[in-house]
């Protein structure tokens, strides 16, 4: 069974960055999906980024194409998310989140709801 830790999360002026960290323990084989989510206060949980362990095919939510960057380094088995250009409507729990299947990644909680979560990292914008 794959577990999952995150970290890096913080507080932040707008315009910053962060960088997050997900540590994977257990084998992640060539047919995963690895996603990061987040869920601000009184919001639903969102599909921010994934990639595809397969051949590293990345997919992100609108809102943050261009800002954030996700990918992985296999020694480590660890997924990263790099956040540049940070706003407040960034402020939020980040979690990473695992599952094995075939492409195309979703980003719809429910996918990965059988599999893995880590526990979340909070990220903190202030303007």
């Known amino acids: 069974q794959v577990q999952l830790v995150e970290s890096g999360g913080g507080s932040v002026q707008a315009g910053g960055s962060l960088r997050l960290s997900c540590a994977a323990s257990g084998h992640i084989h060539s047919s995963y999906c690895l996603a990061w989510f987040r869920q601000a206060a009184g919001k639903e949980r969102e599909g921010v980024a994934t990639?595809?362990?397969?051949?590293?095919?990345?997919n992100y939510v609108g809102s943050v194409k261009g800002r954030f960057t996700i990918s992985r380094d296999t020694s480590k088995n660890t997924v990263y998310l790099e956040m540049n250009s940070l706003n407040a409507d960034d402020t939020a729990m980040y979690y990473c989140a695992a599952v094995p299947r075939n492409p195309p990644c979703g980003m719809i909680a429910e996918e990965y709801a059988s599999h893995a979560w880590g526990q979340g990292t909070l990220v903190t914008v202030s303007s």
């Open positions: 990639i595809y362990t397969g051949d590293d095919t990345t």
